[in-house]
């Protein structure tokens, strides 16, 4: 089983990877031609790229930089565009929530 580390734990995204079987895994792992301990190591990597990273086109260079062949910096590179899409997603739903509570109290103002 994969242990979080803290940055892990700070940035809250989801990490879907704790919920496939072991077949899955092994699945995955021999797609990829990796073992496990790699295909986590990829995902850390991803993590720490998307932090530190400002944009998209800022992650595909640190993929890029870090040497890694096609197999990993696709995987990294997907890992990534799922982190960005929550992250997008959890800032869409709280701007619609900001906006909705605003619209709830000029409604209830102008009453």
């Known amino acids: ?52 990273s400002e944009n998209t086109f800022e992650a595909l260079m640190n993929i890029l930089q870090k040497g890694h062949n096609v197999r990993e910096a696709s995987l990294i590179a997907m890992l990534i565009g799922r982190l960005e899409g929550y992250q997008q997603a959890e800032a869409d739903m709280e701007e619609d929530i900001k906006e909705q509570l605003f619209q709830a109290f000029k409604r209830n103002r102008g009453n």
Do not use: G, N, V, W
């Not at 979080?4 to 496939?20: A, C, Q, R």
């Not at 031609?33 to 995902?43: G, H, I, P």
């Open 1 to 52: 089983m994969h242990i979080y580390t803290l940055d892990s734990m700070i940035m809250k995204l989801p990490k879907k990877t704790d919920h496939l079987s072991a077949f899955e895994l092994e699945k995955i792992c021999h797609l990829l031609q990796c073992d496990r301990d790699e295909f986590f190591e990829f995902e850390k990597i991803a993590h720490e790229i998307a932090e530190t």
